[in-house]
Nanobody, 126 residues
Framework: QVQLVESGGGLVQAGGSLRLSCTAS????????AGWFRQAPGNEREFVGA??????????VYADSVKGRFTISRDYSKNTVYLQMNSLKPEDTAVYYC?????????????????WGQGAQVTVSS
C-alpha cells in the first residue's frame, strides 16, 4: 500500500498553466500505475489520464477532452507523478485526484485504482 499526497492546485486564468504533483510513500511506487481523475460539483468523477508502471515503460493515455493540453509524467527517483496542465479552460475547474494501483497497465475506471490522494482544487477563471 502507498499513501498519496497531492500538491500544486490553485487559481489560474483561462489559457494559463498549472502543474499538480502526486508524491507516494513506499519504495515500490515505480511498480504502480497511476491515474488522474477530476470531479466538478454535481458531476461524476471523470478520467483525465494515466501512466503505466516502469515495467510497462511508463506509457500514457489521456481523455479526449485534455489530449494535447495535459501531460502526465513521473520521476521514479522522487516517487512522484505529475500532471502538467496547459491552455486551461474554465471547464477544467474541478477537484483533481491522483490514484494508483499495483501492477503495470492503466485504466480509465476509478474502481481499478486502490489508492487515492486527498484531491487538489483547480479553478480556472474566464
Amino acid at each position: 500500500q502507498v499513501q498519496l499526497v497531492e500538491s500544486g492546485g490553485g487559481l489560474v486564468q483561462a489559457g494559463g498553466s498549472l502543474r499538480l504533483s502526486c508524491t507516494a510513500s513506499g519504495q515500490t511506487f515505480r511498480m504502480y500505475s497511476a491515474g488522474w481523475f477530476r470531479q466538478a460539483p454535481g458531476n461524476e468523477r471523470e478520467f483525465v489520464g494515466a501512466i503505466s508502471s516502469i515495467s510497462w515503460s511508463g506509457g500514457t493515455v489521456y481523455a479526449d477532452s485534455v489530449k494535447g493540453r495535459f501531460t502526465i509524467s513521473r520521476d521514479y527517483s522522487k516517487n512522484t507523478v505529475y500532471l502538467q496542465m496547459n491552455s486551461l479552460k474554465p471547464e477544467d475547474t474541478a477537484v483533481y485526484y491522483c490514484a494508483a494501483t499495483p501492477g503495470g497497465s492503466t485504466s480509465s475506471e476509478p474502481a481499478y485504482y486502490r489508492n487515492w490522494g486527498q484531491g487538489a482544487q483547480v479553478t480556472v477563471s474566464s
